[in-house]
């Protein structure tokens, strides 16, 4: 029937092009009359955007979340959110005739018995891993290039806070199909809340309704899963891209680029064009991976059951940082004072993480107040620019790391030939070396390229031609850099420490001294870009 | 046509083959002809005598053997863990040193001086059981060790669970009877001989049903699902991002 109706108005169209545009110029009309719109479309439609790979990552998160929220909707009309038990019988034979919950049963029904039922649940989780990974992308991108500072701090505790909250919905849906792997998962996250002292056990009857697993725990994710969290994951995303707008996009210091002006491609209509093709592209890439890759077989886990743990028990990704911190505890951290247990082996991987999260969180304020620095950024940093910085983030990209590797501590062991026990004793190591090792190379590491910056920017590439001058002298013949490359080499900010001032009341605080002494800290080490003067005299050797 | 063809020449031998081979085990327990038994006696004296004692009596290399049964012997040299290529903190598998004969010889040479678990009847390895009580059965009393898809997992002091895709019926049997390395053993009134082909079923049921959702990544949960979407999906999507962006040159 489809196809007779588009046959039919297929010629039509063509045989007429006026009509279509006379169509589209009324049908606008309308529209603005209405809406008065148009302001809006000249607005956003005007929109700068500058072209750069990793300026692309914040998209491939909204695109994912896109597809998350297409999918997950075609499986909330056949998910059952309930624990009531029903006797399997879909068609899946090793499971037939056992006992499990409805959530359970639903979701196999999803998988074997609903035409691209397998193949939706494949594509919603797939796209789930990408979504966070790609947000976890972003955000690097974001820190090391400086692109948090003033006026974007918000939109950075924004875009953190939509970090955080797409952990929740990945753990709420990971635990939703009631299957083994899953209810491990919450039986730890249960174990986790009861190890805070004195309300911890109250806090854990309150969520699962009573004792593990009780009969609430599935409909109450449910309803976090399907309405809180994506409610408020909407509202923060507009809200991150209106600052988006309003802020305009940064940039990559280049010839022709100020922080005044914003060079690229406007969005209407190439930028859109390339970005709708991305969408399709990127929901390409995860309906192939979900075609030909199984994603949490549910099958192989079986209904929930208290009793078994299988090997290979970990979380989705992202939640691994927070296992890995558990399982990097050492044992006998445990103490019983006045009949009371306190369990450190919790409390320290809780209170560590919590203090990692809020640190990231608030680094942009940190930074800003180290730094002193009021005015507004538009240009980029290179990493090697701000080696402190960097050579921070490269720390805290190792920690975090660490705490991953830890979480899939069993299966690097039975797959290198390993001990366990070898390989988590050499992850507590990186874990608290490695990012000291992180921070001292890369801050080397950055400062080193900045001084071969100012070497190629005053005296040019070596060619590798050698002469021979009149005199017997051999030299090497310099090939000087082209203005639009050494503008990217020279141009970005000399930072320098603060100097201490005392304040109104002509004292100085100790407050003041903490600051200058962290501002020492941040700006000591420094390689100062290369002036005009310089550049005049480089030019004449 | 040809490849029919081949596929069905090669099922005809590798079937007939097993049967031949299964039903010579169960012969070796049944009636060990004394003739078989000094053969496995000889075979013992070369190849296993100098850690586990001329009498089975064991040796400090080595633990006695006496009790442990032709299947144990038929699981041990059968599957290659003995004759042990080194000292480790568990028996490596390895090419299989001794031929069935000559393994079934042994066990039934073992197996006459001291009673002790027979090598299983086919029936019980038809894996025509339960796959559901299997399964769960398998879940329960093995997935802790072996993960829920027998993929394997990791114990103390580098000694594993192995994956147990590809392993023959017999010898899951006989390592559930005798409880090799490190594993537990299973007894008849923990697991019921039923039970036991119950869990063959089941795992012969993930052999031969690979996953409905396509390749596995070796069925190791979300370790290998995140590095996947790391490395090939987020690689892909990076690749797209750096491509849309180029400038001609």
Redesign the interface.
């Given at each position: 029937m489809t196809n007779l109706l588009t046959k039919d108005e297929a010629p039509a169209a063509t045989t007429t092009p006026t009509k279509g545009s006379r169509f589209t110029a009324a049908a606008s009309n309308y529209i603005e009359d209405r809406t008065s719109i148009s302001g809006a479309v000249k607005e956003f439609g005007r929109k700068i955007f500058p072209d750069h790979w990793s300026f692309m990552l914040g998209e491939v998160s909204l695109y994912s979340f896109v597809i998350i929220f297409l999918t997950g909707s075609f499986l909330t009309f056949f998910y059952q959110a309930s624990m009531a038990t029903v006797i399997y019988d879909g068609s899946y034979v090793p499971l037939k005739g056992l006992e499990m919950s409805t959530a359970m049963s639903s979701s196999l029904h999803i998988s074997f018995d609903l035409r691209g039922g397998l193949l939706i649940r494949q594509i919603h989780h797939w796209a789930a891993l990408v979504f966070v990974a790609a947000i976890g992308l972003h955000m690097l991108r974001i820190y090391f290039t400086g692109a948090f500072r003033k006026p974007r701090e918000l939109n950075w505790v924004i875009g953190f806070v939509l970090f955080i909250l797409a952990m929740a919905e990945g753990f709420t849906g990971y635990s939703l199909p009631d299957d083994l792997l899953s209810g491990n998962g919450l039986r730890i996250i249960e174990g986790m809340v009861q190890g805070i002292p004195f309300v911890g056990t109250w806090i854990s009857f309150l969520v699962f309704g009573g004792d593990f697993p009780g009969t609430a725990i599935v409909g109450r994710l449910y309803t976090l899963h399907i309405l809180l969290l994506p409610a408020i994951i909407v509202a923060l995303i507009a809200m991150h891209l209106v600052f988006v707008i309003v802020h305009k996009h940064t940039q990559f210091s280049g010839p022709g680029k100020t922080e005044n002006n914003v060079v690229g491609a406007p969005i209407l209509p190439m930028f859109a064009a390339k970005a709708g093709g991305f969408f399709f592209i990127v929901f390409g890439i995860i309906v192939l991976m979900a075609s030909f890759f199984t994603i949490n077989p549910i099958w192989n886990y079986g209904p929930y059951d208290p009793s078994p743990v299988s090997a290979g028990t970990q979380p989705d990704w992202y939640i691994g940082f927070a296992d890995g911190a558990l399982r990097l505890m050492p044992p006998g951290l445990e103490v019983v004072l006045f009949n009371h247990t306190y369990s450190f082996n919790i409390l320290i991987p809780l209170v560590v993480l919590g203090l990692f999260i809020l640190v990231v969180l608030i680094y942009p304020f940190i930074e800003a107040w180290i730094t002193g620095d009021k005015r507004e950024h538009h240009l980029l940093d290179r990493p090697r620019n701000v080696p402190t910085r960097t050579a921070i983030g490269a720390a805290g990209v190792t920690f975090y790391a660490s705490l991953w590797a830890a979480a899939s501590s069993d299966i690097v062991a039975t797959h290198f030939q390993l001990s366990i026990e070898g390989v988590i004793h050499t992850v507590q190591a990186t874990t608290i070396l490695g990012p000291i090792a992180a921070y001292l190379i890369t801050k080397r590491v950055c400062i080193a390229l900045m001084k071969k910056d100012r070497e190629i920017a005053l005296h040019g590439y070596e060619s590798g031609r050698i002469v021979r001058l009149p005199g017997g002298e051999y030299i090497e013949v310099h090939q000087p850099v082209d203005e639009y490359e050494r503008w990217k080499l020279v141009n970005f900010t000399d930072n320098k420490p603060l100097m201490i001032r005392p304040n109104a009341k002509g004292q100085i605080t100790g407050l003041q001294k903490v600051r200058v002494g962290m501002s020492k800290w941040f700006f000591e080490d420094r390689i100062s870009p290369v002036t005009t003067k310089e550049l005049e005299h480089g030019d004449h050797h | 046509m040809a490849t029919v063809a081949l596929i069905a020449i090669g099922l005809i031998f590798t079937g007939g083959g097993y049967a031949l081979f299964s039903s010579t085990a169960t012969a070796g327990t049944s009636a060990s002809s004394q003739t078989t038994i000094d053969e496995g006696k000889k075979l013992f004296a070369a190849n296993c005598a100098s850690c586990h004692g001329a009498a089975l009596q064991g040796t400090a290399a080595g633990p006695s053997l006496i009790g442990v049964g032709a299947a144990s012997v038929d699981f041990q040299v059968g599957t290659g863990r003995m004759p042990l290529a080194m000292s480790g903190?568990q028996a490596m598998q390895k090419p299989v040193q001794f031929s069935p004969d000559q393994v079934s010889a042994m066990a039934a040479y073992v197996a006459s001086l001291s009673p002790g678990p027979a090598i299983p009847d086919a029936s019980l390895l038809d894996g025509k059981g339960d796959?559901?009580n299997?399964?769960?059965l398998f879940?329960?009393n093995c997935?802790?060790?072996?993960?829920?898809?027998g993929?394997?997992?990791?114990?103390?002091?580098?000694k594993?669970?192995p994956p147990l895709t590809g392993v023959a019926s017999v010898h899951i049997y006989e390592a559930m009877l005798t409880g090799p390395q490190n594993m537990p053993v299973f007894n008849n009134a923990n697991l019921t001989p039923e039970d036991k082909r119950d869990i063959i079923t089941?795992l012969k049921?993930?052999e031969a049903n690979p996953?409905?959702?396509?390749?596995?990544?070796g069925?190791?949960?979300?370790?290998?699902?995140?590095?996947?979407?790391?490395i090939?999906?987020?690689g892909?999507?990076?690749a797209?991002?750096?491509w849309?962006?180029a400038?001609s040159n």
């Open positions: - | 903190p796959a559901t299997g399964a769960e879940r329960i997935a802790m060790c072996h993960n829920v898809a993929a394997g997992g990791a114990l103390t002091e580098g594993f669970a089941y049921y993930l996953s409905p959702g396509g390749y596995e990544l069925s190791l949960g979300p370790v290998a699902e995140g590095l996947f979407v790391w090939f999906g987020l892909a999507i990076v797209v991002t750096i849309l962006t400038k």
